[in-house]
Each structure stands twice: as structure tokens, then as C-alpha cells.
């Protein structure tokens, strides 16, 4: 591309960027201002006005997602020999390239998971961890590491920084002492030690420093906020004495300080680079101005250094759009049937399920909104679930057009298209136009293929010319680093989980004190990081935004529960849902207003396991043990077929509640908690049969 083309098209802050091809460059950018486009402009007319070789570049962020789109674009803008990987990314490539010259014998076998491993260290220890503990100290560990605290000083550090440990801060340094001596014993290499050791190498040997330094001599960091300390050394060793860097990042997104991510290197750079350039991105394209006004008026309240230092106020460039919505309930069962029943509405009217997003702080809320979507028959999209390219159906799907490619264009798709001949190859593993009704396992699978089909779509607008070929190479490169295409389904994610996306529709729920802020987030450190937390979800709806919170855990509960001190002087006078068409949540408080009693005494019920059942928990009841176990098996059996978990078919209250019952008809079925309409009528003819002693229909669960 012609070095001035590169240049069309980019406002005057992103031009200057574009034009600052020699380093240090400082770029701080705010959420939807264009930062990835900067960027890659950047090097695209550097490579393309000779200030640098494309294969002597190094792009480097921090997710998968974010190293495709960054090749992608480059490969657009006529820079395809650039390399963008992630710190992880490009320090294995380096290791495994270097081993044999270097260290030589066997290499070492990369760590997935650690929680294996410390779980075998917790037991040499005779120390006892459950699933959760054990998760909690790998995360401890990797912080550690990052850090770069040996076991030795861990406490110290622990005591020294604040730190809350998940555990007794010497049992963990003990675990962390047996990780390692594990570790090494079995050969192993944590993702710590990839970065670690890459960079031990680049400073032990200069003949293989000099070798990196003479193939990577032009370096870009996205997220500069969120490097830690061992990302920031190795990027030492790779840069050397050379300053030829640009950095990008905002101070408002700091958002990973728990991980032992530190702005501090983005605050410093000018100290460290006093002859920098600095380009401040404020243009927001992302959101309508009112999301915008929210999100300056969250961050505006902001204190600490870098609030004083390096202010970023978005000015909006898109036209006007709706008020955001703020929405108080009674309760969380409430809130996440009314966020179905809205997400609903949105859809209809014309809102994709993939342009919306529910957004909560920890994983836990997920629950009620998994069951609340599934009984609106709306499909859902967990972050963080099964990976894409590993289901059946998507691989069965890459095989058949890999083998498509390889025949070349047969007499059916000559001259169709890539669009028509990817549709075309799909329908031969079942693909069809119109999506199958319901929520089930075929739908799942309708719901993949169409991903893929979509994709073939991206593809062929980016490039018009782009075949078969060309289409399955982007496959592969997108399984190799685990980017998955867009899939339809509304997104439950945790704001954590969110940074780097958008959708037109966002939900942010569950604002309430002791949620965000966070109960242990005490120090105005900590405060100031939750309340970035809230300026990333803000900034993450384009159009749409609800802003939720709910005065009790559970429905009849005490309404003891205040929002969140962030939005206060924000919010105009909340909004309170009047009852949902439905009768689900109705039903969840007993038909009636106040809590539900119970069936047995008549005492007014409060804990959820007890609305579940219908009854106290140290009231008696029968329950029919072996309809239980039938129960459960099918629900496993549903479950694996549909391939989701087993509680979004029923959850273990639910299957109790129903083994004690024993309802005869769907009128009886429907008066349990937990079965909505929806499960109604996907799973009622099967668990009427279950309770009558029958076998239910060989294909449990799947829609009409």
C-alpha cells in the first residue's frame, strides 16, 4: 500500500502516531479511540516509507484475540512479514528455537494448568486444599513468580506489599517451595518460567542476544498498563540499549494489579524516555455520547497518581444515543429475570444476541442469569467456556474444508464465492440456513457452524479476492492461537473478562457495596482499582447500557443492601421493574408477594436451598431415592448431549425438590422452583416419565 494511503482516513491524533516511526513513543489512549488502528498504521508506514524491515518488527500484547487482530490488520495494510505475538507467544518461539544451541537435551513439557502440580505439592506438604484452595494458590504462585519473589521471600513480600494470601502465608511458601522442586524434578515449565527463562538466556549468552537484537529491532507493546515485572524484564533483554519502543495503554484501565500487573511502567515512561513522544487518543468512536458522559463522570471521581498525572477525558464522536437506564430490585432473582426479559426485547428488536452483554464482578453471579436466560429461551455465551476450534462439530467442519481446498473448485463451486462455497461445504456436515428452533444440542451446533459460516463472511469483505485456501489458512491460524469467530448468544462474562471487547447492549448488574467495590478491596489503591473496574464496563457498550442493582440476596430477604458508592451523584432516581409477564419469578416467591412459606409448617421461607425444596430444611419429607438417581442420570445424559453443564438442565435442589414431590402432571410439575416454562416444556414429558417409573425418550432434552 502506498505509504500516503496508509495515512488517509486517521484523525490528527492518530496521524501523529501513525508519524512517529522512531521510538520512544508514549501513545495513551482511551477506551474506543482507535488505539489497534494507530498502532498498525504505525507500522504499516513505517515498513512502507523504509524506516524499518516488516520482519525486524515486534508486536506484542497480551491476549490471542488481540495478537490476531493485529495480524490481520497488518496484513490489510500491506505489512504481513510483522510479527504480533503475545509475551508468552514470542518468548516459547525463541526458547524452543534457542534450546538445542544453548542448553540441549530433553526440553522441557509446558504446564497447561498448575493446579495439578500444586496439588501434589499441597500433599507432600500434608496440607489439605479443595478445588477452590488449590486454584486460589496457583494463583498466589503465578503472582509470586511475575513478581519475582522466590519462596524464601514470599512472606516478606506478602507482609511488605499488603497482600492478602489465600491461605497461611507459610503454607504457602512451602507449596510454592515443593511447586518448584516438583517442577524441576518432572521437567516441567510453568508460563512463568517460558518468560523467565527466555530472558535468562538473552542475558547468559550475548551470541544469542545478539541474534534476537539483530531480528527484532522495532518493538510495539500494547496495554503497556497491565505489564509486570517479569514481561517488563524480558522486554529489557530483548530491547537491550536500544530505545526504539511504542507503547501503548491507558492508566484508567488498570484493572490486573491482583495479577501483579503495575502501571507504573506506563506512568514512568516519560522519566525513563525524557525525549519521548507522547500522543494522547481522547476521540471516541466506540459509544453515543451518553455512555461516554457516564464514563467520564465515573473515572472523573478518580484519585491517585495516575488520575493527577495522565487524565484522559473521551470526547464523543458518534451522534446520540439512549439515556442509560438505572434499575433497582428487590432482589438478585429478580434482577436477572428482568435483564432476560430486556435482552429479549432488544433482541427482538432487531439487537443481535452477540451485540449483547451481561457484565458482573465475580463468576458466582453468573448462576441466576444462566438460569434466567435459559428459561427466556435465550441463548448464552460463557467466557471462558470450552474452547471453539476443540468442539466436535467445528473440527468436523475445518476437516471438511481443508480437504475441500486441497481438491480446488469443483464443478458445484466454481465461480460461487468464498461466502457461497464455505456455505456450500458446511452443508455437508449439516448446516442449513435457518436455524433450528430451541436452545438444545442441535442448536448449539447450528450455532458453530454458523460462526464459521459468518467468518467466511469478515474474510471475504476484507479481502474480495481471498479463496478457499485463503479461508482455511485463517482457520488454522485462528486454532493454533485459540481465537475463536464471533458466536450468536447474549455474553455473561465478568468485567475482568470484558476488557478489550464491546457489544451494543451491555448489562452491568450486581452493583451493589460489598460487590463493587469488592468487601476486601480496602485500601484507596484497591478502591480506585474497582472503580476502574466500573469505568471498563461503562466503556464497553456502545449504544445500550443498564446499570443495575438489587436490595437482597435472595427473594423475601432482608433489603439491607446499598448501591454502589461509584454511582453516586450519577444516577437520576432508579426505576423499579414492575412483575415480569412470566411466572417465573412469581413463582420463585410463591405465587404471592412476600416470602414463600412452607409446604410443611407454613414458616416463611428465606435460604434459597429451602425456596428450592418448598419446605425448612429440618422439616421432614419423603424423598424417592431411587427416582433421585434416575434423575441424575439423565440429567447427565441431557447434559453431555447438549454439551453444557448439568445445572443449567436442573440443578441439584431442583431434582430433590421434584424426587420429593413426585408430580403426576405438567400442572404440578410447574409449581417446583426451578422449572420454568421453557424446561417446561423441553424436559417436562421426560420427567413425568421418570416419575412414573418409565424410561423417558432416547433423546432427552432436545427442543420440538
Known amino acids: 500500500m502506498d505509504a500516503d494511503a496508509i495515512l488517509d482516513g486517521l484523525d490528527p491524533e492518530q496521524r501523529a502516531v501513525a508519524e512517529a516511526v522512531r521510538g520512544p513513543v508514549c501513545v495513551l489512549a482511551g477506551a474506543g479511540t482507535g488505539k489497534t488502528r494507530a498502532i498498525t498504521h504505525r507500522i504499516a508506514y513505517a515498513t512502507a516509507t523504509g524506516a524499518v524491515a516488516p520482519q525486524r518488527v515486534l508486536a506484542v500484547t497480551f491476549t490471542t484475540r488481540a495478537a490476531g487482530e493485529l495480524r490481520g490488520?497488518?496484513?490489510?495494510?500491506?505489512?504481513?512479514?510483522?510479527?504480533?505475538?503475545?509475551?508468552?507467544?514470542?518468548?516459547?518461539?525463541?526458547?524452543?528455537?534457542?534450546?538445542?544451541?544453548?542448553?540441549?537435551?530433553?526440553?522441557?513439557?509446558?504446564?497447561?494448568?498448575?493446579?495439578?502440580?500444586?496439588?501434589?505439592?499441597?500433599?507432600?506438604?500434608?496440607?489439605?486444599?479443595?478445588?477452590?484452595?488449590?486454584?486460589?494458590?496457583?494463583?498466589?504462585?503465578?503472582?509470586?513468580?511475575?513478581?519475582?519473589?522466590?519462596?524464601?521471600?514470599?512472606?516478606?513480600?506478602?507482609?511488605?506489599?499488603?497482600?492478602?494470601?489465600?491461605?497461611?502465608?507459610?503454607?504457602?511458601?512451602?507449596?510454592?517451595?515443593?511447586?518448584?522442586?516438583?517442577?524441576?524434578?518432572?521437567?516441567?515449565?510453568?508460563?512463568?518460567?517460558?518468560?523467565?527463562?527466555?530472558?535468562?538466556?538473552?542475558?547468559?549468552?550475548?551470541?544469542?542476544?545478539?541474534?534476537?537484537?539483530?531480528?527484532?529491532?522495532?518493538?510495539?507493546?500494547?496495554?503497556?498498563?497491565?505489564?509486570?515485572?517479569?514481561?517488563?524484564?524480558?522486554?529489557?533483554?530483548?530491547?537491550?540499549?536500544?530505545?526504539?519502543?511504542?507503547?501503548?495503554?491507558?492508566?484508567?484501565?488498570?484493572?490486573?494489579?491482583?495479577?501483579?500487573?503495575?502501571?507504573?511502567?506506563?506512568?514512568?515512561?516519560?522519566?525513563?524516555?525524557?525525549?519521548?513522544?507522547?500522543?494522547?487518543l481522547v476521540r471516541d468512536y466506540r459509544s453515543t455520547p451518553q455512555v461516554v458522559r457516564l464514563a467520564n463522570a465515573v473515572i472523573g471521581q478518580a484519585q491517585g497518581e495516575a488520575a493527577r498525572r495522565h487524565k484522559l477525558e473521551l470526547v464523543a464522536q458518534r451522534p446520540d444515543g439512549p439515556e442509560p437506564v438505572y434499575v433497582e430490585y428487590d432482589d438478585e432473582v429478580a434482577e436477572a429475570d428482568d435483564i432476560a426479559r430486556r435482552a429479549r426485547k432488544l433482541i427482538d428488536e432487531g439487537v443481535p444476541a452477540s451485540q449483547i452483554a451481561v457484565l458482573y464482578r465475580i463468576n458466582a453471579q453468573s448462576e441466576n442469569f444462566e438460569a434466567a436466560f435459559a428459561a427466556a429461551g435465550v441463548p448464552v455465551v460463557l467466557r471462558g467456556a470450552e474452547r471453539f476450534f476443540e468442539r466436535p462439530e467445528v473440527r468436523e467442519a475445518v476437516v471438511q474444508l481443508r480437504g475441500a481446498a486441497r481438491a480446488g473448485a469443483d464443478a458445484e463451486t466454481e465461480g460461487m464465492g468464498l461466502i457461497a462455497t464455505v456455505r456450500h461445504v458446511l452443508s455437508g456436515v449439516g448446516f442449513t440456513d435457518q436455524a433450528p428452533e430451541g436452545t438444545g444440542a442441535a442448536r448449539a451446533r447450528w450455532?458453530?457452524?454458523?460462526?464459521?459460516?459468518?467468518?467466511?463472511?469478515?474474510?471475504?469483505?476484507?479481502?474480495?479476492?481471498?479463496?478457499?485456501?485463503?479461508?482455511?489458512?485463517?482457520?488454522?491460524?485462528?486454532?493454533?492461537?485459540?481465537?475463536?469467530?464471533?458466536?450468536?448468544?447474549?455474553?455473561?462474562?465478568?468485567?475482568?473478562?470484558?476488557?478489550?471487547?464491546e457489544w451494543d447492549a451491555v448489562f452491568l448488574a450486581g452493583l451493589t457495596e460489598g460487590t463493587l467495590p469488592i468487601v476486601y478491596a480496602e485500601t484507596p489503591e484497591q478502591i480506585e482499582e474497582e472503580r476502574r473496574l466500573l469505568y471498563v464496563g461503562v466503556t464497553r457498550a456502545r449504544e445500550h447500557l443498564t446499570l443495575s442493582w438489587s436490595l437482597s440476596r435472595t427473594p423475601g430477604g432482608r433489603k439491607n443492601r446499598r448501591p454502589s458508592r461509584f454511582l453516586a451523584g450519577l444516577t437520576p432516581r432508579a426505576s423499579t421493574p414492575s412483575p415480569a409477564p412470566a411466572d417465573r419469578s412469581r413463582r420463585r416467591t410463591g405465587g404471592k408477594a412476600g416470602p414463600q412459606p412452607?409446604?410443611?409448617?407454613?414458616?416463611?421461607?428465606?435460604?434459597?436451598?429451602?425456596?428450592?425444596?418448598?419446605?425448612?430444611?429440618?422439616?421432614?419429607?419423603?424423598?424417592?431415592?431411587?427416582?433421585?438417581?434416575?434423575?441424575?442420570?439423565?440429567?447427565?445424559?441431557?447434559?453431555?448431549?447438549?454439551?453444557?453443564?448439568?445445572?443449567?438442565?436442573?440443578?441439584?435442589?431442583?431434582?430433590?425438590?421434584?424426587?420429593?414431590?413426585?408430580?403426576?402432571?405438567?400442572?404440578?410439575?410447574?409449581?417446583?422452583?426451578?422449572?420454568?416454562?421453557?424446561?417446561?416444556?423441553?424436559?417436562?414429558?421426560?420427567?413425568?416419565?421418570?416419575?412414573?417409573?418409565?424410561?423417558?425418550?432416547?433423546?432427552?432434552?432436545?427442543?420440538?
Open 73 to 280: 490488520r497488518l496484513r490489510r495494510l500491506g505489512a504481513p512479514g510483522v510479527q504480533a505475538r503475545t509475551f508468552h507467544a514470542a518468548a516459547l518461539r525463541q526458547l524452543t528455537y534457542f534450546w538445542p544451541k544453548v542448553i540441549g537435551g530433553e526440553p522441557p513439557k509446558i504446564i497447561e494448568s498448575k493446579i495439578g502440580l500444586v496439588a501434589d505439592a499441597a500433599r507432600a506438604c500434608r496440607l489439605s486444599y479443595g478445588r477452590t484452595e488449590l486454584r486460589d494458590v496457583a494463583a498466589e504462585i503465578e503472582w509470586a513468580k511475575v513478581t519475582q519473589h522466590r519462596p524464601e521471600d514470599y512472606a516478606a513480600a506478602v507482609a511488605r506489599t499488603g497482600r492478602r494470601p489465600p491461605a497461611d502465608v507459610v503454607d504457602v511458601a512451602r507449596v510454592y517451595a515443593m511447586y518448584e522442586t516438583l517442577r524441576r524434578e518432572r521437567n516441567l515449565l510453568d508460563f512463568e518460567g517460558i518468560l523467565e527463562l527466555t530472558a535468562a538466556v538473552l542475558t547468559e549468552y550475548p551470541e544469542v542476544a545478539r541474534e534476537v537484537r539483530d531480528q527484532y529491532r522495532y518493538f510495539v507493546v500494547d496495554e503497556f498498563q497491565d505489564v509486570n515485572p517479569l514481561q517488563k524484564l524480558l522486554l529489557d533483554a530483548w530491547l537491550g540499549d536500544r530505545d526504539e519502543l511504542c507503547v501503548v495503554g491507558d492508566p484508567n484501565q488498570t484493572i490486573y494489579s491482583f495479577t501483579g500487573a503495575t502501571p507504573q511502567y506506563l506512568l514512568d515512561f516519560t522519566r525513563a524516555h525524557p525525549n519521548a513522544t507522547v500522543v494522547k
Open 447 to 501: 450455532e458453530s457452524l454458523q460462526a464459521l459460516a459468518q467468518l467466511a463472511e469478515d474474510v471475504a469483505i476484507a479481502d474480495p479476492r481471498a479463496g478457499l485456501p485463503e479461508f482455511v489458512a485463517e482457520l488454522e491460524e485462528r486454532a493454533a492461537l485459540q481465537h475463536a469467530p464471533t458466536m450468536e448468544g447474549v455474553t455473561l462474562a465478568s468485567l475482568h473478562a470484558a476488557k478489550g471487547l
Open 598 to 704: 412452607c409446604r410443611v409448617c407454613g414458616r416463611p421461607l428465606t435460604a434459597a436451598l429451602e425456596r428450592k425444596l418448598g419446605r425448612c430444611a429440618d422439616c421432614p419429607a419423603e424423598i424417592n431415592e431411587e427416582l433421585l438417581l434416575g434423575l441424575k442420570e439423565w440429567r447427565s445424559a441431557v447434559a453431555g448431549d447438549q454439551r453444557i453443564p448439568a445445572y443449567v438442565v436442573f440443578t441439584d435442589a431442583t431434582l430433590q425438590a421434584i424426587a420429593e414431590r413426585c408430580p403426576e402432571t405438567m400442572e404440578e410439575l410447574a409449581q417446583i422452583s426451578g422449572v420454568g416454562a421453557a424446561k417446561l416444556k423441553r424436559y417436562g414429558a421426560a420427567v413425568l416419565a421418570l416419575c412414573r417409573g418409565e424410561t423417558p425418550d432416547t433423546s432427552p432434552g432436545l427442543p420440538d
